[in-house]
């Protein structure tokens, strides 16, 4: 029998057999604690591999706590933060950044509707350093893949790098989904952070596999500055640290991101196929990464809500996220069930 499966979100999956395996192994012995141990310094030397020698690597828990301190790190209290209205972080963050930093986020809404902003719209901000009136927009932060599971090429994270950096603002990329952007454009981490422009990266892992593990990464020399006290102060610092630094030794030493990703990735462009078979059933958006947004009838949404545990976007709009071990099985009986009941 297939076991029950959930499409709800990547954060609904367990933790990849060769992350439990990489924990077990950083479990033997004593090591030094706060990140002061070989198997963290192990792993910061690896991300400087990845995205460049400048690279400077801090792990912390979970993902609003990357961004939220990205934020704190890069901007000052009179100093903005400009994102997309629909990304993580002006809409699931629970005011974090507001609340920790006190930064206002100014949020604009995707031209095309499809999660990504424009150089243009950075064009439209007063930046202006002589006005103590207004909050000065420093940092643009963007979502990699898009909270609508789309991504920007490399060609468009430059061109709006570049606007950016034109307009002394620092980019910021909030990376949970970055690996399967990557594994969907066929590139690699450096193509799409390092080599455009971005400033601070969010890099992501538990929605690909691993436990509780994220990394903030300083790109531009410099920025990191300060940053082992802000961690600190923000709860972040993990004493036992080498049980988050181990595991991104396989993720990025045997690129077990990409293995990851390339699974969820393709779990989702068959259950967009197969979804594609029921009448009524419409796809608003591209399916590029891991998640699929169907417009589907009303019973339709019913049952995916309450089989495949698929999250209402909005009325008639339902969004279903396949994981690193989502395959097509799960998803054949799914649809399975959904063609008896309707039988």
């Known amino acids: 029998m297939t076991e029950s499966i959930s499409f709800g979100s990547d954060n609904h999956s367990g933790v990849h057999p060769t992350i439990l395996m990489a924990i077990n192994e950083a ?8 990140g002061a141990d070989a198997i963290t310094d192990q ?8 995205f460049g020698s400048q690279a400077e690597t801090f792990f912390v828990f979970n993902g609003t706590a990357a961004n939220t301190l990205a934020v704190q790190a890069t901007c000052k209290s009179y100093e903005a933060v400009v994102v997309c209205d629909l990304a993580h972080l002006n809409t699931d963050e629970c005011g974090a950044p507001e609340f920790i930093g006190g930064h206002k986020i100014i949020s604009f809404t995707s031209p095309h509707q499809d999660g990504k902003l424009e150089p243009g719209i950075l064009e439209t901000l007063d930046v202006n350093p002589l006005n103590p009136h207004r909050v000065l927009p420093r940092l643009l932060s963007l979502t990699q893949a898009t909270e609508l599971g789309t991504i920007y090429s490399p060609v468009e994270l430059q061109a709006l790098c ?3 950096h034109r307009r002394n603002m620092l980019v910021h990329m909030d990376g949970a989904r970055l690996a399967n952007a990557a594994a969907h454009l066929g ?3 450096r193509d799409l952070t390092t080599e455009v422009g971005i400033d601070v990266l969010s890099f992501g892992g538990t929605k690909n596999g691993l436990l509780c593990a994220e990394a903030l990464v300083f790109l531009t020399p410099g920025l990191s500055e300060g940053f082992e006290f802000i961690r600190k102060q923000s709860m972040q610092l993990a004493s036992k640290m080498r049980f988050l630094s181990c595991q991104f030794l396989p993720y990025l030493g045997d690129k077990l991101w990409r293995v990851n990703a390339l699974k969820a990735n393709q779990a989702a462009q068959y259950l967009r196929g197969r979804l594609g078979e029921i009448p009524g059933v419409g796809f608003p958006l591209l399916t590029q990464a891991n998640e699929v947004f169907v417009r589907a009838p009303l019973p339709l949404q019913t049952f995916l809500m309450d089989y495949g545990k698929a999250y209402l976007w909005d009325q008639g709009l339902v969004r279903l996220v396949c994981s690193f071990d989502s395959t097509a099985e799960h998803v054949d009986a799914m649809m399975k069930a959904w063609f008896i009941s309707w039988a």
Do not use: D
């Open 187 to 189: 590139c690699e981490l």
């Open 162 to 164: 570049e606007v950016a």
């Open 43 to 50: 792993a910061r030397q690896l991300f400087k591999e990845i």
């Open 27 to 34: 479990n033997r012995g004593h090591h030094r604690a706060y």
